[in-house]
C-alpha cells in the first residue's frame, strides 16, 4: 500500500495543493480544527476526535496548509496530541516560488553591483529561499547569477508580476497596471525600501525555515528564562556608559546590552552580559559594510561570551538564513500591533512597536526576568546641543563604540533624511514615561544610576 494523505485545512491554499496533487498522491480527505463541513471538493472532512478513531490514522502523511508558522505550529500540536508522529507531518508541500521583475532597465553597473549585493543578502539563493529576480539592461552582459537573471531585452509589463522599482520617477507606467511593486528606491523615502527589502525576504522565506527558527526562538527564551535572576541592569550607548565599572553586580544578574556595545571588548570582559537587544535593520543587519563588520563581531562575541541575541522575529529569520551557525544564540521576538506596551515572558512572547531600541526590546525584555530594572547610559541629550543637531546622530554616544554612518549613508541614503530629531526625541521619551508606567503598575522598580536628560528618567535617578 503507498502513502496516504490528509490536508491540514479547507481554504484555497488546500484547494490548490489539492487540485496540483490530487493525480500524484492518495489524498483521502481533510481536517479541520474546529469542522465547519462534511465535505471539501467531495472528500470527507475531519476533526480531531474523528481523527482518533480513523482506522487508517497510522498509516497517514499530513500536509499543513498555512503559510504562518504560528497557525503550523498549532496544526501540528493538534495532531501530535492525538499520537501523530512529527515526522508524518509535512510544513511547506509546495514551494511558491516569487518571481521579481526589476523596473526600468538599468545600465549603470555601480548601481547594478549595489543591487546585486541586496538580492544576495536579502534574497540569498539556498534551498529556504523560493525567489527569482529578473533584470533587464542594454549595456550589461545576459546570464544567471545565482538566482538573478539578466536579460537584453525590453521589459514585459503584466498586471501580474512583481516589479521592484528602483526609480520611482520612472513609475507611471506600473501604477496604470494596478500590479504589485516593491519601491527599493533608495533616494526615496526612509524606510521604505527597507520594508520592500524584508517583505520580499519574508514572502520568500519557506514555511519550514520560518517555524524552524520560530520553534528555536521559543526554545532559547526558554533557556534564557529558567534562571531566578536577582535584578536586571539595561545598559545603553550613551556617553555615561563609561561609568560602568563603578558599579557592582551580582552573577546572578540579568545583564541587557544593545546595538554596538557587543564591540567593546572591555565591558564584555568587565559584565558579561546575559543578553543583547538589536532592531535597526539598516545599520546593522543590510548588506554595507558596516553591517557586515558589526556581524562579524557579534557573532564572534555570542559565541566566545554566550550571549543570547533578541530581536525582532523577521530579523532573526534574516540572520539565520544567512548564517545557520548561530541559531542557538537567537531569540525572534514576535512583534504585536497593539498600542499597549508588554512585559515579554514565556506566556506573553511578543512585543509592540516602538521607534527605539529601549522601548521596543530594552524595557519589555528585562520587565519580563526581574522586578527591579536599574538603567546605565540612558543620557539622551539637551536640545540646545547644536553641533548634534547638525549630525546624523540624535544624541551623543559612549565614545568607546562610536557609530560609522558612512557605508550606510551610501546604502540608504534615504534612511537619514526627513527626520525631524525634536520630535523623534519627544516621542521617545512619551514611549518611555510609558513603557515605565505601565511596567510600575505590574510592581516593577526602574532606577536610572546615572544623569539623564530624559524627563522619565530625572525623576527615577538614584546613584
Partial sequence: MGKSYLIYGTGSFASEI?????NKLSILGFVETFKSANEFIGLPVYDSEELITFSRLNDCFFILTSKNPYSCSAMMNNLMEIGVKKEKIILDYIDDKNIYHLYPKINDKELFDELCLKFNWFLPCNSNINAEVHIYSDSIEEGIIGNIYIHNKNIELNNSFKYLVWDVEQISQLTELKCKLYIIDKNYKKDVDILS??????????????????????????NLSRKDYKESWIFTTGPSLGRYKEFDYNKNDFKLICNNIILDDEFLNHVYPTAITIADIAVFFSECEYGINYRNKLYDNLVKYKIYCIVPEHIAYLMVINNPSIINYVIGVPVKNEQIPNIVDNNNFYITPADNIATILLMPIASGQTDTIKLIGMDGKSLKNEKLKKSSHIWNHYEQIEYDFSSIKKSYPAYFSNIDKEQYYDKHEEDLEKVLTYGERFGKKYIS???????????????
Fill in 18 to 22: 489539492y487540485s496540483q496533487y490530487s
Fill in 197 to 222: 527589502w524584508m517583505k520580499m525576504f519574508y514572502e520568500s522565506l519557506s514555511i519550514k525555515s520560518k517555524f524552524n527558527i520560530k520553534e528555536h526562538s521559543i526554545e532559547n527564551f526558554r
Fill in 449 to 463: 544610576k546615572t544623569f539623564s536628560n530624559y524627563e522619565p528618567l530625572k525623576k527615577r535617578m538614584e546613584d
